[in-house]
């Protein structure tokens, strides 16, 4: 008996002990600051004393010595980090593993070759990805782990905060090399320094509550799967797809891939393991020789840090995509002894291509084109506007013969007019020219006259003959005469590649009316038809950063939370209805075509009140320091916004998608999109701004849960209403730092230059359905027009399918001084007549109709937009757009069907080349 009790006495010992839970703690063995701050990313911080936490400009990178807690079972870990500075505002703070090898450094803010920085694992040696430029590629993302903790002051500087177990257990393990981590709290711009761990007795650790146990055993991954990934190859490599089973006991997969030829096999990303159900995993790998054995060896992690190596599985990469040659080139055919000019009284008359500004482009040389007898001959798409540039220069100087143009629709005649004075005035303006009026005594300083030729064709004859009559005053007349030649090919009625042309307000009052009466109304739909004449969509804002509203801009609502609901249609129908079911564009050329996309009125300020409804209450509304007690001291905003704020915009979102179906608007997509700043609270910038967050452009993590919380209602309405036409849009200047926080919730995402820096993660975004957008400044009235015929192109080739000039519609002043946002602008007499568009906006519309025509070859001949990108690369480089166009056309000739094709859209490659984009805007 007393045998048995000590032995039961010595097993309950043992049980105790082996179940025991110690407080262990972890020494930091190596850490450096990371800063993505423009001129710092390539800098190395490895032995600065400090490490700062701002947002997401600088960040931690820390490595500990995990070997006391390996194989034991983690109950909570806690990070200890030391004050060192006078600026103390870290309240939620980010981790997440990386899986990189990276070298500490010996820098201090400097840049040194072989040692981590944001832009590198080892400056000048290793890259963090091949899918992305710096380090978010490989941070706060799969197939890492990654979470968010509230940080806690403690005694004597220090702070803690506890530290997701996951996270700790990858890097135990050795699955995770580091651990980042982040201030989740940016707008409050403060300097979060704290000591790294030079700094002897304040240096950082973690306390880890852990204790010993018996683990599970772990096994190899299991039915592991090469596959070809058809949908990645390029013209040049080949990818493949890893699938595989994971055990669920283990922490990590990692795994390695041998290729024919290579002498050393490739190391795959190592995928940390979540514990849970055992689901398949996926490992996407490119850039690899096409028609190559491979054989992949993958092995489970466990948390003592061991290598459980399964067998091998071979597999083949697929083909790499056709690269096809350059298309020929297709021209007019015109004797080389025609001439280049006509002689019509005092004048000269010479012709030249679209795009031809005359002194203003002295350094780019154009070649006239020629003339047969008193013919030019042009070509075009059907639908497809045909342009040519008419320079009348005079013989004699001073010559006082006064010239009247005679013509019929659909002719139009344009004399181009400069903005500014001297020296640095430059052709941009498009002044209408009424058939047999006399032209301006006035035109251009030396008393040439700049004309454009504009024929908007009807689809049909393919072949088709215009005249122009020229008659002076002394009764001497002549003709020109345009013969066009149309191609089988026809550009939708419906663009495929947007042109959006922002603005704010109703465009009504840059002509100084007021949207309210009778012509401001009629003013506003004008500068609809503007924008429609030229393939492209006004969309202005109707609400501001105070919540204020253009009138009519919205329903009539009443009520409260669930019974809020529209009253009335009728206004907002007669001020939307028209350019909803085409309408308004009756008498265009696109006659009925409805605009494609509008923007809603919902922002945070309708339906119902964020003033009114917030339950954060600030103690000051001193700016910038309101923003900042703000994001310390409010909680979520799930937690911000009650009910009724949520059940009134569903509910308002619910009688709008009811509407639409109603009334059978089928064309056009109803954009929910939230622009407003927070930094509109600034006195500087009025002072009346009602948004807590960057809506637009957004920044840090409460932005993006804002933006998040918001399309989450979106798509509650989308489910139940899903033929609505309702898409959620979001401006996005900083897409590598969008984690996963709009995962699935985002259906056109408008993006700035980084759409050509972080081609990986558009890529990501387009398989994902994303709709891309390119936005920025439209090109300056100095510039070639041959960049803003390159802007939609360049877009387009980098995975884009449309692009938006932030701002579009200039003001009077735009007429004297040089203004890049003034794509259209206000009638020249003040309030009375038609908007002028810009040389400019006609240039984009050029290239919009470039890109259809790349659309087009791409439909016919099933290539990516890489392998559409190669076969026009000579135009590209020479960036002559017109000479594409027609060889194009020449191409499509030869494609079954081509008067009937029907463009879908094909999904991005990369650009070729690092294209120069328009500015971001600010």
């Known amino acids: 008996m007393r045998t048995m009790t000590m032995l039961l006495i010595g097993t309950i010992s043992l049980i105790l002990s082996i179940r025991r839970v110690e407080t262990i703690r972890l020494s930091c063995i190596a850490d450096t600051n990371l800063s993505s701050y423009e001129g710092e990313a390539m800098f190395n911080y490895g032995a600065s004393p400090r490490i700062r936490l701002k947002g997401i400009q600088m960040f931690g990178l820390f490595r500990f010595d995990t070997q006391a807690i390996r194989g034991m079972k983690i109950e909570r870990a806690e990070l200890r980090l030391r004050y060192a500075g006078a600026d103390r505002a870290l309240k939620t703070l980010g981790f997440s593993t990386l899986s990189i090898p990276w070298n500490e450094g010996t820098g201090r803010g400097e840049r040194i070759d072989g040692e981590a920085c944001f832009n590198a694992a080892q400056l000048g040696s290793r890259a963090w990805s091949s899918s992305g430029p710096d380090m978010t590629a490989v941070i706060f993302a799969p197939p890492g782990r990654w979470g968010y903790r509230d940080a806690e002051a403690v005694e004597n500087g220090w702070l803690r905060a506890d530290i997701p177990i996951e996270i700790l257990r990858a890097h135990a393990a050795g699955a995770a090399t580091g651990i980042v981590v982040t201030d989740e709290k940016g707008q409050t711009a403060a300097n979060n320094d704290v000591y790294a761990r030079e700094q002897h007795g304040s240096e950082p650790y973690i306390l880890v509550r852990a204790a010993r146990h018996t683990a ?35 922490v990590a997969v990692a795994g390695e891939l041998q290729v024919q030829g290579e002498p050393k096999p490739r190391t795959l990303p190592i995928q940390i393991i979540q514990n849970g159900p055992a689901n398949r995993r996926y490992v996407d790998l490119s850039d690899l020789p096409p028609r190559h054995r ?69 350094g780019r040389p154009f070649e006239p084109l020629r003339w047969r007898a008193d013919r030019l001959e042009l070509m075009a798409a059907k639908r497809e506007p045909v342009r040519a540039m008419l320079e009348l220069l005079p013989i004699r100087t001073r010559t006082r013969d006064r010239v009247a143009l005679h013509f019929t629709q659909p002719t139009r005649i344009y004399e181009i007019r400069s903005v500014g004075s001297g020296s640095g005035a430059m052709p941009d303006i498009c002044e209408p020219i009424v058939s047999g009026r006399y032209l301006s005594e006035r035109g251009q300083a030396d008393g040439r006259h700049m004309l454009l030729v504009e024929i908007r064709a009807a689809a049909a004859p393919l072949r088709q003959r215009h005249t122009i009559s020229l008659r002076s005053e002394d009764g001497r007349h002549t003709q020109i005469v345009f013969d066009v030649r149309q191609s089988p090919f026809a550009l939708p009625r419906q663009p495929g590649f947007e042109l959006s042309l922002n603005t704010y307000g109703s465009p009504a009052r840059a002509a100084g009316l007021d949207p309210a009466a009778p012509d401001g109304r009629a003013m506003e739909l004008a500068y609809h038809r503007v924008a429609q004449l030229h393939r492209a969509t006004l969309t202005p804002l109707g609400y501001s950063h105070s919540g204020n509203m253009e009138p009519g801009y919205a329903p009539l609502t009443e009520g409260s939370g669930r019974t809020r609901h529209v009253i009335g249609w009728s206004e907002w129908d007669a001020r939307f209805g028209p350019l909803i079911d085409g309408t308004a564009f009756a008498f265009e050329p696109r006659s009925r075509q409805p605009i494609s996309h509008m923007y809603l009125p919902f922002h945070e300020e309708w339906p119902e009140s964020i003033r009114a409804d917030y339950r954060y209450r600030p103690a000051s509304l001193a700016y910038p320091s309101v923003i900042y007690d703000h994001a310390l001291l409010a909680g979520p905003i799930e937690q911000m916004l009650p009910d009724r704020y949520r059940d009134g915009l569903e509910a308002v979102l619910e009688d709008f998608a009811r509407h639409i179906r109603s009334r059978g608007w089928d064309t056009t997509t109803f954009q929910f999109y939230l622009n407003n700043k927070y930094d509109y609270r600034d006195p500087a910038k009025g002072g009346r701004g009602t948004s807590w967050w960057l809506l637009d452009e957004p920044m840090h993590r409460d932005d993006w849960l804002a933006l998040a919380w918001y399309a989450k209602r979106v798509r509650r309405v989308q489910s139940r209403y899903p033929r609505s036409r309702i898409v959620f849009r979001a401006d996005i200047s900083r897409p590598q730092w969008q984690r996963d926080y709009l995962d699935g919730l985002i259906d056109v995402m408008v993006v700035n230059d980084e759409l050509y820096r972080y081609s990986g993660l558009m890529r990501r975004y387009t398989r994902s359905g994303v709709r891309l957008w390119h936005y920025g400044t439209p090109p300056s009235i100095e510039e070639s027009l041959s960049v803003s015929e390159g802007w939609p192109v360049r877009a387009y080739f980098a995975g884009a399918d449309g692009i938006v000039p932030w701002q579009s519609v200039g003001t009077n002043n735009s007429y004297r001084e040089p203004d890049a946002t003034a794509l259209i602008l206000p009638p020249l007499i003040h309030g009375i007549g038609e908007p002028i568009a810009s040389l400019r906006l006609k240039a984009l519309e050029s290239g919009q109709s470039t890109v259809e025509h790349l659309r087009a070859l791409g439909y016919a001949r099933r290539w990516t937009r890489e392998q559409v990108a190669l076969a026009v690369q000579p135009w590209l480089i020479r960036q002559d757009y017109a000479g594409m166009r027609s060889a194009i056309r020449f191409a499509l000739q030869g494609s079954s069907g081509s008067a009937r094709i029907q463009v879908r859209h094909s999904r991005g490659q990369d650009p070729v080349g690092r294209p120069r984009a328009p500015r971001p805007k600010p």
């Open 216 to 250: 599970a055993r772990v096994r190899p991954p299991t039915d592991i799967r090469i596959t070809q990934d058809i949908g990645s190859a390029t013209v040049k490599r080949a990818a493949i797809r890893i699938s595989f089973v994971p055990d669920p006991n283990a």
């Open 294 to 362: 491979v054989v992949a060896q993958l092995w489970s992690i466990s948390e003592e840090g061991m290598k459980v190596v399964g067998g091998r599985v071979a597999g083949q990469t697929g083909s790499a995509l056709f690269q096809p040659p350059s298309i020929r080139a297709a021209t007019l055919p015109t004797r080389a002894d025609a001439p280049l000019e006509r002689r019509y009284g005092a004048y000269r008359i010479v012709a030249y291509p679209f795009g031809y500004r005359g002194m203003a482009d002295a």
